[in-house]
């Protein structure tokens, strides 16, 4: 799977473990950085060139990494198509892509644990929209929010 990566410094250096996870799994990485946490930066940034890159199918997913992951959720979100998903457990990130169609899984570095956001990767990576009527129904009226 093509799968885009980015944090801004609050995410470094779970954004690094994160790559070394999907890599090893045998997906292709986009990576937006960052690989130095000294350097204070934005995560607005990162959300717009990793939800472009949604945006041009050039990824199917990404994960973006702030220090809360409330930041880059917001942000991230703001770009038209873009399903953004700030989770802190396993089945919160299965669920935002099966049931949300959710394209982007946001973490908090400073706020979950190394193996713990290794599974919620996992757990996003592995799953996929159902696209039951019920939550077809209900994308499109997310959908329909999104031109407003």
């Known amino acids: 799977m093509r799968i885009a990566v980015g944090a801004d410094h609050g995410g470094y250096p779970l ?7 999907l890599r090893t799994a045998g997906h292709e990485i986009t990576d937006f950085g960052t690989h ?9 940034d990162y959300a717009r060139e990793l939800g472009q890159a949604i945006q041009r199918n050039a990824v199917e997913i990404g994960i973006l990494i ?6 880059a959720s917001v942000a991230a979100s ?8 700030l989770c802190g457990d396993t089945y919160s990130a299965h ?11 946001c973490l908090g570095a400073r706020v979950t644990g190394v193996e713990l956001a290794l599974e919620i990767v996992r757990a996003f990576v592995a799953a996929s929209f159902t696209g039951e009527e019920r939550h077809r129904r209900r994308l499109k009226k997310v959908l329909e929010i999104e031109k407003l």
């Open 95 to 105: 669920q935002s892509r099966e049931h949300d169609d959710c394209n982007i899984l």
């Open 36 to 44: 130095d946490g000294s350097i204070s930066d934005d995560y607005p």
């Open 15 to 21: 954004n690094e473990r994160v790559i070394e996870e």
């Open 78 to 85: 703001k770009l038209k198509g873009v399903r953004a998903a």
């Open 66 to 71: 702030c220090g809360s992951g409330v930041g």
